[in-house]
Each structure stands twice: as C-alpha cells, then as structure tokens.
C-alpha cells in the first residue's frame, strides 16, 4: 500500500462540527473511502497514512463507541491517540476553552470533541490550529449519521430519494437525519411527541421540502426505507427522564410500525438502546436491523473522515 506523501499544512484546515459542513459529492468521496478502508481492514491489510499524526480525544460525556472507533480507528492508520475528560483536565477546572483550544492544538494533528452545548465545540474550533470533528453535542452527531447513511449503502444502495423515519426525540440525531436529508436528498418523516419536536433553526435547514411531520409514529413509518429511533432522555437532560418515560409511551418503535414500512426495511439505533422502552427487542434482535454493522461502521467512516482532513483526496 502506498502512503500518502502529504505533509502537514498542505491540506487547508476543515473542521467538522455538522453533518452540513459537507457537500453531497464529498459525501460521495467519503463513502467510497470508508469501503476500500472498510474492506483493507477486512482483509488485514495494513493502511497507515497517518502514520505521523496524532488525534487528541475530549469526551465530558460517556462514550462506548465514539471512543473505541476513534482510537481504534486511528492506531490501524499509524497514528497516536491522546484521550482526555474534563474530570482529569484542566477542563473540568474552568480554563477557558479558547485556551484549552489554543493549547492543544499546536501539540496535535486533529481533535475530536464530546461536549454539551454546540457553543462549545464552535468556539473550540474558532481557535484550533487543526482540525475538530464533533464527536457530539447535544444538538449534532454527525459522524453517527455518516456511518448510518454509509450502512444504509452497504446494504440497499444510494440513500437519494428513499423515505427514512425518525421516531422519538427531537434530539441531536434527529436534527442531523435532517441536516443528511437536505444534503444528501431523501425525506424525513419525523414523529415526535408533543413539546419535543425538532427545532428547524438549530436544525439549520432552509429547505422544508425535505421534512414531514407526523402526530402518528405509524403514519410516519408508512413506507419508509429505513426506520430508526434514539434514547428517550439524552446525556445532560437526565433530570427530564420521568417525564419522558410518560410522554413517549407511544413512541417505541415496535413490529407494528415496521410492518406499514416497505416489506425491505431497515432498522437503525445509534447505541445505545434500552430496549422496551424508545424500541422493543423483537425488533432491535430482529431480521430488519443492521445495529451492529451501524456500530462498527462508525469506525471505518471516521477513519475516511480523518484521512480526508488530514491528507485531502487520495488518489
Ligand atoms: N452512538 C454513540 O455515539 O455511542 P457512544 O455514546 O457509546 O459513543
Ligand atoms: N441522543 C443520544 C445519543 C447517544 C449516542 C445522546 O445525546 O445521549
């Protein structure tokens, strides 16, 4: 395999912080990475490109996958990994992060942010000498939906003009499902309960064709393509969890609702799930669901990601 010669500097910094930030061709790019990525790891070849570099980890929420997929991800492409939490940083002690920002930066080649609100990240980057990636906010998860729009192709082809169906919390996921359906064209059946709608102004799409809400969850799983649905409390809004265990009863996705999708649908969960609660097992455990492809393709996708960001196109 050859590496890739590119030095640091030579490719203009980009940061990924929404699933907008993208272009539907690069999106195209970045797919067709992540499956001869997906399938040299596969075949145990070794690809380290980033054999120089070096990513740096902030997680202030929990993360199973995000942390394992980046770190994984980037040792199998040569690279180091720094990992850091605001309980053992100076994070977690008020240092500006502006300053943290400024800091960490010029010792590594590419950050990954876990945080709170999307204030943060932003203002992260603004002062970052290298590129961030968002590895979530409370109001994006980009790189979950790359690996849920890259797993949808794997297994049913181009997402362009298919139906998916977003069951649940007006949360991070669903406002980035929107951000995917505007980007990549397809549609978005949304069936929240009532006071925990998307926001379309933190969503940022200017475009509403792409969007269709519906009051009945089985009105919006009616011939969808794919179907999915996320934790009914969030990370950060634990205080609200009784309240949403009352208000979104009727929003679990069960058999039901996946018989009125096309006979051929899939089922999504970013993970993870509770299952009897936003989905019932016989349907995450079911034939229709690709979770675990889902899971891991988060790491083949970031790896895409991070080669793109730090070498620019390859080939
Ligand atoms: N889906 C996802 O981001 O999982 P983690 O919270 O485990 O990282
Ligand atoms: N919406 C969930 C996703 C977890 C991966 C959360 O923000 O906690």
Redesign the pocket.
Known sequence: MNTPTIKPGQVPKRHYLQFKDLSAEEYDYLLGRATLIKKRFKNYEKYTPLFDRTLAMIFE???????V?FEAGMYQMGGSVVNLTSGDSQLGRAEPIEDSARVISRMVDVVMI?TFEHTKIEAFAAHSRVPVIN??TNEY?P??ILADVFTYNEHRGSIRGKVVAWVGDGNNMANTWLQAADVLGFTLHVSTPSGYEIDAKVAGVSNQSCVKVFDNPMDACRGAHLVTTDVWTS?GYEAENEARQKAFADWRVDRDMLAVAQPDVLFMH???AHRGEEVDADVIDGPHSVVWDE?EN?MHVQKALMEYLLLGRIG
């Open positions: 929420k929990a993360s199973t996958r995000t942390r997929s876990r590895g979530l998860h790189c979950q990370m970013c993970l993870p899971a988060r």
